[in-house]
């Protein structure tokens, strides 16, 4: 709990506050998780504070709630081009991807610690719970990778291309986990990554962590890296 605490707070998740009035204050519990290798023995005990987001209310608290799913028509099509053409192919992972969400409305949560009544917690970032997590994390997902030149396909809105003469890419959202194909791997062509800073030290999230060829962005604050494998 303590790791997870002192995260949010090195995060800047929420700032304490005067309890403000007539304003909803959302309530949080904390969920407990024990996490098993692959024998079944225990590897590492989780715990996540998470915001009891069924008491938000539509209108007040939040507004858009709608995440776009990709059709498997879409991910049989992609795997059908990258065996007729033999392009390469590569699966991630983005760990704690709705909390880089950009949180849009004012948010009031009580003290996961309960100390002083008389404060509570405004949240300038997302946690787990809220209605609109997963909608803020896909439209900031939709603005970067656009901004690195991948238009969004029309016919489904979790596909980005990118079609050159040379180098085709192909990008399949599904939630937080990414399908990319393409020709070369080479930046902005590349897989991207959230990187955050634990107790200090760096550490790229994903499932390519390469210490040569990372080019580092930025956006809004938030520190994103995109991979060049050097090809």
């Not at 991948?150 to 990118?162: E, G, I, P, T």
């Not at 760096?202 to 580092?216: C, I, L, T």
């Amino acid at each position: 709990m303590q790791e997870e605490m002192d995260a949010l707070i090195e995060n800047n998740t929420w700032s304490p506050v005067p309890k403000p009035q007539n304003k909803q204050i959302i309530n949080n519990k904390w969920i407990f998780k024990l996490k098993l290798d692959e024998e079944g023995n225990p590897l590492k005990y989780k715990a996540r504070l998470v915001a009891k987001g069924y008491t938000q209310i539509k209108g007040f608290d939040y507004s858009d709630t709608y995440l776009p799913v990709v059709n498997i028509i879409t991910i049989q099509t992609l795997l059908a081009i990258v065996n007729q053409r033999n392009i390469r192919l590569i699966q991630m992972n983005m760990t704690t991807a709705f909390l880089n969400g950009i949180l849009e409305e004012e948010l009031y949560m009580i003290q996961p610690d309960d100390q002083e009544n008389s404060l509570v917690c405004k949240l300038h970032k997302l946690l787990y719970g809220l209605k609109q997590s997963s909608n803020c994390w896909n439209k900031r997902f939709n603005n970067f990778i656009c901004q690195q030149d991948l238009a969004r396909s029309k016919s489904d809105q979790c596909l980005y291309v990118k079609l050159n003469d040379d180098n085709n890419l192909y990008l399949l959202l599904y939630v937080d986990d990414v399908l990319m194909a393409g020709n070369s791997m080479k930046y902005p062509h590349g897989p991207i990554f959230f990187r955050e800073k634990s107790n200090g030290k760096q550490r790229v999230r994903g499932d390519h962590d390469h210490p040569r060829h990372e080019r580092w962005i930025e956006d809004d604050g938030q520190e994103l890296a995109v991979y060049d494998d050097g090809e």
